[in-house]
């Protein structure tokens, strides 16, 4: 089993910043894939950031050069930086985890979640 918590998520105004972290416990892979994911109002839930235990990331472009994903291994946490946000990045951001695979797709933990709210 893993535990993920979330933290960090608050309100903010467009243009501001804000910083996520993840404290993960319990089991730990090997190899893995981590991400960070989100969910607004009437959404589907859809991919923000994600990191593998090789440390190659991936954003989508929605959040390409604003959103950084991180990793601190001894600290066993993973971090998104959110810079320049928009009303749009407002949604539940939640943390997951999951065994290596190729494309970082499936992940068997997940974190209860943590609201960004952001205001024009």
């Known amino acids: 089993q893993v535990q993920l918590v979330e933290s960090g998520g608050g309100s903010v105004q467009s243009g501001g910043s804000l910083r996520l972290s993840c404290a993960a416990s319990g089991h730990t892979y090997k190899k893995y894939c981590m991400g960070w994911f989100r969910q607004g109002p009437g959404k589907e839930r859809e991919e923000v950031a994600v990191?593998?235990?090789?440390?190659?990331?991936r954003y989508p472009d929605s959040v390409k050069g604003r959103f950084t994903i991180s990793q601190d291994n001894a600290k066993n946490t993973l971090t998104l930086v959110m810079n320049s946000l928009k009303p749009e990045d407002t949604a539940m951001y939640y943390c997951?985890?999951?065994?290596?695979?190729?494309?970082?797709?499936?992940?068997?933990?997940w974190g209860q979640g943590t609201q960004v709210t952001v205001s024009s």
């Open positions: 997951a985890a999951g065994p290596f695979s190729p494309w970082c797709h499936e992940y068997d933990y």
């Open positions: 990191i593998d235990s090789n440390g190659i990331t």
